[in-house]
């Protein structure tokens, strides 16, 4: 196959299971969360445990809410679709630099144009003034975490 692998088309549901323990609640504790959309300046930034997920990872994970969102303020976006990803640098500076981040969880899928959002944190990374501690974590396709990096 030719082109992005992000685009080949697989079935991935040999080992999917299901949920005996009841419904789990939601961690997300914020709106919106879309990374066009949010403001750095929003009080649920203020000195927070950041993660910045790329869109598909929420639906990969299993245990994305339970593990990676609970007690985060979050943004999402997806380097490969979204335009105008020079408003991407200046937001994560900002929320770097003016809410004060604590750290940043970065989760993107394994596919290659995810790394994009990778980039646009060490681009925010190399303008800001506070250097947070950033970790990234690269998720598989079947939801595990494939590799985790810090920056």
């Keep these: 196959m030719t082109g992005c692998p992000g685009?080949?088309?697989m079935s991935l549901n040999e080992n999917i299971s299901e949920n005996?323990?009841?419904?789990?609640n939601s961690q997300l504790k914020q709106?919106?969360?879309?990374?066009?959309?949010i403001s750095p300046a929003a009080p649920y930034y203020e000195e927070s445990d950041l993660l910045l997920a790329a869109d598909c990872t929420a639906f990969a994970m299993g245990d994305f809410h339970t593990n990676?969102?609970?007690g985060k303020s979050v943004a999402i976006a997806c380097p490969k679709l979204d335009s105008d990803?020079?408003?991407?640098?200046?937001?994560?500076?900002?929320?770097?630099?003016?809410a004060k981040v604590?750290?940043?969880?970065?989760?993107?899928?394994?596919?290659?144009?995810?790394?994009?959002?990778?980039q646009t944190v060490r681009?925010?990374?190399?303008?800001s003034e506070l250097k947070?501690?950033?970790?990234?974590?690269?998720v598989g396709l079947k939801g595990n975490i494939k590799d985790e990096i810090m920056l």
């Design 7 to 9: 685009s080949k088309a």
């Design 68 to 70: 990676y969102l609970k």
């Design 20 to 24: 005996k323990s009841g419904d789990l």
């Design 102 to 118: 604590k750290s940043i969880t970065v989760l993107v899928m394994e596919v290659p144009c995810c790394m994009g959002l990778v």
């Design 31 to 37: 709106w919106p969360i879309q990374l066009h959309l």
């Design 123 to 127: 681009e925010a990374l190399s303008q």
């Design 85 to 98: 990803q020079d408003v991407y640098v200046k937001k994560v500076r900002q929320l770097i630099d003016h």
């Design 132 to 138: 947070p501690p950033v970790k990234i974590k690269i």
